[in-house]
């Protein structure tokens, strides 16, 4: 019942642009820190974007110019608007969000970009 569920996730070329939603069981997941983090084999996962209950956010210096986290409340949803995507963005992008007692993880999406 509480859940975090990622789409939006697929094979791009370099230059293009993906939009992955994070679709959140709970509106209060939205009150609180949301994070995209990406996971990319033989490497821990990293964090990649995030905004804060008072929607304040922030970025990786990789993503930074072209990547936008934002909310949706009336959906209880939080995107990632990629663009301009580069190979080195390749990896499985997982959503995070925390409720009062503990936080969640979606179980990710993939984003494959070609050269």
């Known amino acids: 019942q509480v859940q975090l569920v990622e789409s939006g996730g697929g094979l791009v070329q370099a230059g293009g642009s993906l939009r992955l939603s994070c679709a959140a069981s709970?509106?209060?997941?939205?009150?609180?820190?949301m994070a995209w983090y990406r996971q990319t084999p033989g490497k821990q996962r990293q964090w990649v974007a995030s905004?804060?209950?008072?929607?304040?956010?922030t970025y990786a210096d990789s993503v930074k110019g072209r990547f936008t986290i934002s909310r949706d409340n009336a959906k209880n949803t939080v995107y990632l608007q990629m663009d301009s995507l580069k190979p080195e963005d390749t990896g499985v992008y997982l959503c995070?969000?925390?409720?009062?007692?503990?936080?969640?993880w979606g179980q990710g999406t993939q984003v494959t970009v070609s050269l």
């Open positions: 995070y969000g925390s409720l009062l007692v503990r936080g969640y």
């Open positions: 709970r509106s209060d997941f939205l009150k609180n820190y």
């Open positions: 905004v804060t209950g008072g929607g304040s956010t």
